[in-house]
T-cell receptor, first 109, second 113 residues
Framework: GQNIDQPTEMTATEGAIVQINCTYQTSGFNGLFWYQQHAGEAPTFLSYNVLDGLEEKGRFSSFLSRSKGYSYLLLKELQMKDSASYLCAVSDSNYQLIWGAGTKLIIKP | IAGITQAPTSQILAAGRRMTLRCTQDMRHNAMYWYRQDLGLGLRLIHYSNTAGTTGKGEVPDGYSVSRANTDDFPLTLASAVPSQTSVYFC????????????FGEGSRLTVL
């Protein structure tokens, strides 16, 4: 079966750096996506990786290793507004998105 | 403001009743999707449409139907609601059918008693 694993919850301190991991097992691979979802709101697109390596976008970076079935989202200079759930999703061989359950990130002052 | 509009935002429904969740987008996106989101689970695809006039089944289609009469509208119907359909429903759209960059509506919280 297809599976996306990510930690349920993480806690970090304002101003610090946090890394949210995602491992996947899917039938085929056409890209990995990270979304941010604030409580009670819609998910919003953060990043897309299809080749191995690091993609940087401001305070957020996303890394992919296809051979290891592994990705991480790195958030730097954490702000209180970064408190949210972060969803990892993989596009499989049929271009269907398989979603992880999300990681709830709690930022403490 | 361009985007996706869902209605209603929240609804409590008696089991056995029929319910239609509305979804309208003004971005002229070809592909549209309906997901449900339940605590502890990832988003699960119910139905999708790659273009007006076509629809397809997702991972959890049973008990739901959709139609895509035009580009902008993609309603989701529960013919006879059951308590297991209590969930938050998200409508989404994308430029093309093979992209994972989705634009989501604000969600419809449905409670079936």
């Amino acid at each position: 079966g297809q599976n996306i694993d990510q930690p349920t919850e993480m806690t970090a301190t304002e101003g610090a750096i946090v890394q949210i991991n995602c491992t996947y097992q899917t039938s085929g691979f056409n890209g990995l996506f990270w979304y941010q979802q604030h409580a009670g709101e819609a998910p919003t697109f953060l990043s897309y990786n299809v080749l191995d390596g690091l993609e940087e976008k401001g305070r957020f970076s996303s890394f992919l290793s296809r051979s290891k079935g592994y990705s991480y989202l790195l958030l730097k200079e954490l702000q209180m507004k970064d408190s949210a759930s972060y969803l990892c999703a993989v596009s499989d061989s049929n271009y269907q998105l398989i979603w992880g359950a999300g990681t709830k990130l709690i930022i403490k002052p | 403001i361009a985007g996706i509009t869902q209605a209603p935002t929240s609804q409590i429904l008696a089991a056995g009743r029929r319910m239609t969740l509305r979804c309208t987008q003004d971005m002229r996106h070809n592909a549209m999707y309906w997901y449900r989101q339940d605590l502890g689970l990832g988003l699960r695809l119910i139905h999708y449409s790659n273009t007006a006039g076509t629809t397809g089944k997702g991972e959890v289609p049973d008990g739901y139907s959709v139609s895509r009469a035009n580009t902008d509208d993609f309603p989701l119907t529960l013919a006879s609601a059951v308590p297991s359909q209590t969930s938050v429903y998200f409508c989404a759209s994308s430029h093309g059918e093979n992209t994972g960059e989705l634009f989501f509506g604000e969600g419809s919280r449905l409670t079936v008693l």
